[in-house]
């Protein structure tokens, strides 16, 4: 009997078992719907991973105008966003700017260096593989330079890197803005002129654009006859100028590409399902949350080039916004000015009291908003520029002034800080005729900073200025606004009395340069010890 | 037969690639209809009666009784080693046709000691029947088989399924809560189609991937939801490492199996169908229109900031007469009580070893309380098995599968609550003009066709055989392939919203459509040898072996579009400005695995079981991906001792023990060994999209599954027919965790990829309890409860000291409140201590505090033996919460946080009443846990949450005044950067009790029911959660999902309902 069952079972078991011992690739299944990037092979793999790259700059969609509203140009009170730590000057290694703008940077690193690793293996035109190149370079460039300007030392990793790396040390700075520099150098050479790219190319980085972060790195590192000559070097390109008009370069898609544009982040209206497109508009139209100071607005002078505290400036407190700085208007939003249309098109105007959901400070932000245009909503395509050719002046101008001979450069200076005071539409006065042509190296350090602080205002350069100049105890005060409820729907019955909404003072402790995140601290066992204050 | 061989021979003789190609489907669908033919045919037959071979036939007819006399329906007359059975009628009549060489006839029932009749000359054999109270003959269903219960020697549960039927399920998994020790059930929703519950059998197990049971429906991997709760026959609840090992690497979070209703002898039809009315247990209740002008004002005073109503307003909102001035609940316009229909068929019949059928169709149709939400589902089942070679070959064809539609609004239905508890209830919902206000865009949406359609097909067919060449022999093989379609479409219409309360011409918001279709194939084949034998009256062997393949497969794509000119949920590719590009997703994995069991037991007295499976799965690395899962398990039944022997009133005591490894590869990548280069990071140049790829994810190669170490003691009582408990101990160790733990963020990618890390234990104890009355007293009552206590720690996390889970949430506070800390549990909440109010007096102010200053004109200053908080909440007030300074430094601030709570109860708890009288039936299931944390904060629990959240009445009522001290509630403020202050002000008690369940039926007496052909007829009433005992704040329901921390979730249902079931 049993011998029977013996043999069934085995001719069972023999019946199971068999048809799977034959077949051992039927475990091995191949990804279906992504490739690796070992798989390059083609042109086009690299131009979509060099046009990847470029998306790095859109990760964080608010960055790097939200910069300004932790510095004594606005403020941002939504908690989520986690701006107001750093305004407080209560920012931790945990505090998510610290992590959003470190990851920004890395993933755009990480992908500059997939570029940089896979191109000398894809067979291509020379032309193209010099150029794909050199924008990578320029990419990489840039999200190191903004890495070592917040952040110090950071670890520098040259191409891309998988688990097996994830401990990576930190790198002197120093180190790294030779690195930058360099490959900028390489880039401008690789790179075509500005003006060149025409129809879906426009956008990409220029020979322009890699001389003018070169010149900004420098500047920012203090390498002032390198700035200097970088500076020079845009300038000689001849293709850039100030454009017209200051208000329609914030406002609307029509002036985008235009000649003062050296590097931007090229956004497009009603592509927010694909990333494409920013929410200035909702944060500065629609809510209140992101409030402008009146520590910048004070800053902008009357038209005829004195500061509002000037007793002979003619400013009247009680007409606050007449009389002054064309620029003010163009950047800000002030109480019964124009906010928008209707979508009929009737002109809505902005009093501060109907806001209930407070705006402290009764200032907003027109910058970046297209206030013309009612329909458009969450859904911004204005362009966020980068570099622009106002700031290659104003940085030339700087790296003069720095230099050890700086009152042989005294004209070329003026010339250059008139160039951007006098453009086309804002017109203020000269600094002979202002300030007079008898200042010293200081009278002229502040009429720089005076005035990047109110062409560039909510351009998110703010922070980095305040922290090269080192000027943190002057510049994180307290938040100083208008009272609200004090401006009524009456302009005429308005009164304008300055408040202190939030306080704060400067955190020493913290220095200027921000933490290195949490996460990184503790996957990255090769870095030993954070920022100080950290 | 010889077709069915040759076929077989050459599909088993192929490769997989051929098992899972068309020429099987072809096959299994030609031997499945053939089947569904038989049985039909056969069905038609069976209406009448039948005779068996004829002439030779005697007739036996007769009466089954309980000890007491009182007629037993239901009871399975059959003449043994022949095909020939009966049921007792409701009278306990039975008559049988005793087929020739029939000696013996066997009266089985659940409930009754089976009992024997050696066949004589008699016409007339009436018996009665004995309860077997301890159920010892009890068949357990278990993994590839069953099991008698008095063999086990793992923790199994068999949940009790008598009042399934007259209760208002929408979903399988409800039926599990309360029935089981040890096992977690969380319904978080009682949204229509979203009310499925977690099931958590001993502990969280895992910390990123699902920790989820394996749920095996009549042998096949599947979903709770496939199967409709009416027609489960039987649940098991495996619980310990011996029972489920040999589920090897799906197993780690226990196993689930449920098997559907067959069909038996003679012809059963049954229906039942119930109507309900549904409403919501607990919603939270905004403040009136004036209260909130009120608390408003006194918020921004609070924060130094001009009001926002003047007292004109407010009295214009105390009248409520101006259009502005109404205000508005929008609770009220958003839920509303609505209906459910529930209707259930079901066919069951047969004649012994020929064949044997079950089919039923189920309809739900469930309106949600939520404006726009409801659920359409059909479930259908059909069970066919055919016999042949007297019985030695059974072929079973089996169609299970489900549509069902759901709707809800245009956002997710979190997002709704989010508005909902956001707007103010001095807003207006609607202009003067009939347009909705922006904050009621959803509900303008769904007022103009627009909302979120989900759609879902799932059949599975299964095809089995089973030979029995010898007794003692059987060989089994099964082919499963289930289906599921998905096609989810969420569509806005192009509408204009009203910009203010007289707005006629109202904000033009453009159409959006979000396409999502998606298909997926399980296949399952497998094919099992058992072999059971007896030596010597005592050695009793039984063994079993086998493998499975299983191949997942699972495509999708979906497109998005805005602005369409069709103001329809269509999305042409014509419609020029619209169209996002398209996404697919593609995926598939397969698995491969080998197992075998042994079981001895000496005489039943000493039992010894050893399981093992052996795993492959394609998700894994060369190198990585073959796992071995091996168990064993010991039972010793003390009662069969003859020391004990003497003890009457002992009928069961039995010891067992049981150790084992299980796997969790349940991880959310099917490829953790590629770079993932991601499409769709596009940009634009000049104007124009240009597509742009970047590596999304890197590859981690040497992943592999998590493994769970599980030692189980237990202990089975019975004592005196009446009473019985069980008891287990169990520890729990799951190592190789896989985590997305933090990688650094200067690898460029942010998205982290599994690692093998972890450690984390479950220890616990179960305790469940029954009791039974006599059953002979006319008043017939049984109860049982069960409670469990677990602890979970969480060991080791590779190099971290603790990994952040993220919240669900449309505003997420700061990252960090849900965490898992070494040496403590999974998933715990982290924030600062909350230690009251502060009150007037730790204050001081102007003038040395002179008390005539007005309360608003008060520079506030905290007197100097408090701690500092300025860095955690700007200038500190009366009526602010008071943190505790944990590390003493003076300051409050990030250093003064700890864990503040956990969201996983300490014990699980549930009380079970069953009691008849007469005609009458009574239910009671009541259940919950205790010493859980739920973390809530947002909208109507903190004040203006986030700058717009609204504030609900309780709050209204309890906050914080100079006039009005509270030591528990603070005052209220307008500050949002407050809202993401995490502290254990908003950690709430979760213990909660909660009668799930009340039901009263009715059974007619048969007699009656006889003159009209009816056999049985019941009526019943029905209560779902009608009340819940909890201490948390007034709204919110203490069952919510651990990572769910703001207020915006779905409350739960209430229903009533009344219910008919008859048979024919």
Known sequence: MMKIKSKILIIALFVGIWPFGGCSDFLETEPMDFVSPDNFSTENDIILALNGTYQALMADQRSPISLDFITDNGIVTLANTGEIEFWDQTQTAISAPALRKWE?????????????????????EESKQQRYTGEALFLRAYFYADLVDFYGDVPFRTEPEGLEKKESPRVEKSIIVDA????????????????????????RATKGAALALKAKVALYHERWEEAASACRQVEELGYYSLYPDFYAMFSGEAAENNPEIIFDIQYMQNQASKGMSHQWKTYFNSWSSYMALQNLEKSYYMANGKPIDDPSSGYDASRPWEGRDPRLGYTFVLPYSMDGHTVAGAVKYYFPIQKRSANFSSLRIRKWVDYSDGSVNSISGNNIILLRYADVLLMHAEALLESANWVDHKAEIFRLVNLVRQRPGIEMPAIEDSEGVDVSQSDVRDIIRHERRVEFAFEGTRLSDIRRWKIGPEAFTDAIGYRPELLTTDENTAVYETYAFRHRTFNADKGYLWPIPEEEMQANLAITANNPGY | MKYYRTVFRRVLLSCPQVLRALVIKCMLIIVLSANVHVAAFAMSYSVGPWTENGTQAKKIEGRVTDADGTPLAGVTVAVKGTPAVAVTDEAGAYRIVVPEGGTVLVFTIVGFAPLERVIRDDAVVNVSMTISMSDLEEVVVVGYGTQKKINLTGAVDNINLGDVEDRVLTDASQILQGKSSGVLITQVSGQPGRDQADVRIRGVSSIDNNSDPLIIIDGVESALSDVNPNDIASISVLKDASAASIYGNRAAGGVLIITTKQGRSGLDVNYV????????????????STEFARAYNEGRLNSGLPIGYTDEEIQLFEEATLPEYKGVNLYDEYFSNALTNNHYLSARGGQPSKFDFSVSGGYLDQDGILVGTDQRKISYLANVNTYFLEGKLKVSGRLLGYERKMSELDKSTEGILQTIGSTRSTAYFKSTSGLYSYPAINYSSYVNGGGTFRSNSNLKYQLGLELKPVESLTWAMMYASTGNSQDFTRFSPNQYTAGSVFDEDGVY??????????YS?????????????SFAERHNISALLGYEAIAFKAEGFGARGTDLSANLPILSLADPASIAPIDITNAERTSLSFFGRINYNYNEKYLLEANIRRDGSSRFMLGKRWGTFPSVAAGWVLSKESFLSSMDWLDLLKIRGSWGLLGNSGIGTNYAASDILSAGLDYNFGGTIVPGTAISLLANRNTTWETTEQLNIGIDL????????????????????????TIPGSLGISGTPYQNVGTMTNKGIELGVEYNNSPAKAFQYRINGNVSYQKNRVVDIGPLPYIFHSAISGYAPPAGVIRSVVGESFGSYFGMVADGIYQIDDFTWQNNSDPSIDFYDRDFELKENHANPSGIIQSPMPGDIRFKDLNEDGIIDDGDQQIIGKPLPDYIYSLNLNGRFKNFELNILAQGVLGADAY?????????????????????????????PSETWQRLYDDRTRSGLISSYYLQNAAYLRLKNITLGYAFNPGLLRRLNVKSLKLFFSVENLFTVTRLNKGFDPEKSFNRITSDFHPQIRTTALGLNIGL
Do not use: H
């Open chain 2, 718 to 741: 019975s004592v005196l027919n009446r009473l019985s408990i069980n008891i287990n101990y169990f520890d729990k160790k799951t190592s190789d965790i896989l985590a997305r733990i």
């Open chain 1, 180 to 203: 930058i520099l360099t490959d900028l150098t390489q880039a401008a050479e690789y790179l075509p002129a500005p003006g060149t790219y025409s129809g879906s190319d426009l956008g």
């Open chain 2, 509 to 518: 918001r453009p159409s959006s459509i979000n396409l999502q279709r998606s």
């Open chain 1, 104 to 124: 920004q940077n890395y993933a755009g690193i990480l992908r500059a260096n997939t570029v940089l690793k896979y191109i000398v293996d894809v067979p291509m």
């Open chain 2, 936 to 964: 809530i904060m947002g909208a109507m629990v903190t004040p203006f949450w986030n700058g717009t959240g609204s504030i609900s009445k309780e709050m209204y009522e309890n906050r914080w005044t100079p006039d009005r």
């Open chain 2, 273 to 288: 169908g119930t109507i309900s009315l549904q409403e919501p247990t607990r919603i939270p209740e905004a403040a009136s």
């Open chain 2, 521 to 533: 194939s399980l296949t399952t084949f497998n094919s099992t040898v058992r072999f059971d034998e």
